[in-house]
């Protein structure tokens, strides 16, 4: 298994400088794993910056005259030590067919160079042994005298169970005595029975035969522009067993892809990741040299929302979000031309959301459930088992709950959401909304440079006005009223300004976004340092 860094060069657009991690260019062994039939057969994964290939062994003919691709037939003959030279697994009693386990070195099927080690067996002298038991195999092998001739074809997807880890010879067993079991090597490198004594010559290949090799075939690309990766079994909190899946845009998909331990599992899902990150930061580049610059995209990827207010068992589903000029988008599906833009499932105004993250998986197994930003009411129900959690505010008491599939993605989305508000912020410098208190029609508006003012919305007059830093606390009743607490600069009072919104969680949201625009204007280091995400990728 290899690895291979290399640094992407600067560029205006670019994952927060902590979380950089170099493409990877990595090979190694997997295993293919089928949920229905829970039988799982080995993979080799190659990754490039843009492709995931997964590799099958299978047997090639390298030289001389191949009669039949599929099919070899090779005969044997049997040795006074030895036998035949290889030991078997599998048979119909088990619904999997009868397959070379161990070929022992320097023995008779060994030095054919026409047999290999996950060559199922189909014919024994003549005999079809395709729906034979492994008992019946067996004993046809024994008692077929002291040349054996069998045909073969390599089966590229039998279970890992039939075959021995790759590169390992395995012990020499005694199975010549007792019943043999169809999953553990039944031996025939041992003396079957002979109507000849004289000692035979050694099986070898012929100059005119044709010469076989194993070797890795890509059967299947994944490109990983846009692609998404799960970890969880479809819709469910089920979490695979140190494995995942990539799905393509196109809906191309590895299957499950499992690994020998949660350490290769980690190292392949971070690389992945990184590969799929770097080609949607190519594709953003691509979308902005396009867009106008009051019109960027900041960031987008995939997520699983959950699921709200429903008795199926999905209970999560993908969703492609981006953050773009001045808006939030939700989408089934990425946004591939300039018109998908106008197609999302939902848009939401950016000085109007807020960003909240609920839940961290830290080193010590130990939830976090955190709340960024105090002073909000939310009751999330937070018994699902997915780490990494998130919610979006939006307007009239709406959410939507997310997950993602690392730490450092969730550290991502928080300072990209943050970003993305304060870039709206200072573009759009103020909002105004109608109000009303005692009958009168009223207009609020919160600016970036002046703070609060209310004034009429018939008469312009400025009733009131106060900066940022005179807000001092507020109520609300969660529904349209709100009470700020403003303190007068000359009198050190505190006045009390009541106004009713149609949409107040809007509002709140907007109050929200320019203090905290405000504040990082003036002590960037401060909105770092509240940071749950990056704390928490800086202490792992």
């Not at 990595?26 to 843009?50: H, Q």
């Not at 099927?109 to 042994?129: C, E, H, P, R, S």
Request: proline share 4%; with cysteine; charged share 20%.
């Amino acid at each position: 298994m290899s690895v291979a860094g290399k640094q992407p060069p600067p560029a205006p657009l670019e994952r927060p400088g902590s979380l950089l991690v170099p493409t990877w260019t990595k090979t190694g062994i997997a295993l293919s794993y089928d949920e229905v039939s829970e039988n799982a057969y080995d993979i080799r994964l190659k990754l490039t910056k843009e492709v995931l290939t997964i590799q099958k062994q299978d047997v090639i003919c390298v030289s001389g005259s191949d009669h039949s691709a599929n099919h070899r037939t090779v005969t044997l003959r049997r040795q006074p030590v030895g036998g035949l030279g290889l030991s078997i697994k599998g048979g119909a009693e088990h619904k999997v067919p009868v397959v070379i386990s161990k070929i022992f070195k320097d023995q008779a099927a060994d030095q054919t160079g026409m047999l290999f080690i996950g060559d199922a067996i189909l014919q024994v002298n003549g005999i079809n042994v395709e729906s034979a038991t492994h008992e019946e195999v067996v004993h046809l092998l024994r008692n077929a005298g002291d040349e054996v001739t069998i045909t073969v074809q390599y089966l590229r997807e039998a279970p890992s169970f039939l075959k021995l880890p790759l590169g390992s010879p395995g012990p020499s067993s005694d199975h010549s005595s007792g019943a043999s079991s169809p999953l553990f090597d039944s031996g025939l490198h041992l003396n079957g029975n002979s109507t000849n004594t004289a000692p035979s010559s050694p099986s070898s290949p012929i100059a005119n035969e044709p010469k076989y090799e194993k070797r890795w075939l890509d059967t299947l690309s994944v490109p990983l522009s846009m692609a998404r990766i799960s970890r969880y079994k479809a819709g469910t909190d089920k979490l695979r067993s140190n494995a995942f899946e990539v799905l393509a845009l196109d809906g191309v998909s590895t299957g499950i892809l499992q690994f020998y331990t949660a350490q290769e599992s980690a190292d392949w899902l971070r690389a992945i990741s990184t590969n799929i990150s770097d080609l949607t930061l190519q594709n953003m580049k691509m979308a902005n040299k396009c867009c106008s610059p009051s019109d960027q995209v900041i960031h987008m990827g995939w997520v699983n929302e959950r699921l709200e207010g429903t008795d199926s068992s999905q209970l999560y589903k993908f969703k492609f979000l981006a953050l773009k000029g001045s808006s939030f988008y939700i989408f089934s599906t990425p946004p591939v031309s300039t018109l998908d833009w106008v197609r999302a499932e939902k848009i939401y105004n950016l000085c109007e959301v807020l960003f909240k993250i609920h839940k961290l998986w830290l080193a010590d197994d130990c939830w976090l459930q955190a709340n960024l930003y105090l002073g909000i009411h939310q009751d999330f129900d937070l018994e699902d088992q997915r780490p990494y959690c998130f919610s979006v505010m939006v307007g009239h008491g709406k959410s939507h709950y997310f997950n993602v599939e690392l730490g450092s993605e969730l550290a991502v989305w928080e300072k990209s959401f943050q970003r993305a508000i304060f870039l709206e912020v200072q573009r759009t410098g103020s909002k105004t909304y109608m109000c009303s208190w005692q009958g009168d029609t009223l207009c609020f508006t919160v600016d970036f440079a002046l703070g609060f003012t209310c004034f009429d919305s018939k008469t312009k007059n400025v009733l009131w006005r106060f900066k940022f830093s005179q807000l001092k606390g507020s109520s609300d009743d969660g529904k349209t009223r709100v009470k700020l607490l403003f303190q007068n600069l000359d009198t050190k009072q505190i006045e009390t300004k009541e106004l009713e919104f149609q949409d107040l969680t809007a509002v709140l949201h907007c109050i929200h976004s320019f203090i905290a625009a405000k504040v990082a204007s003036v002590d960037p280091v401060f909105i770092d340092s509240q940071s749950i995400a990056r704390k928490y990728m800086y202490s792992n």
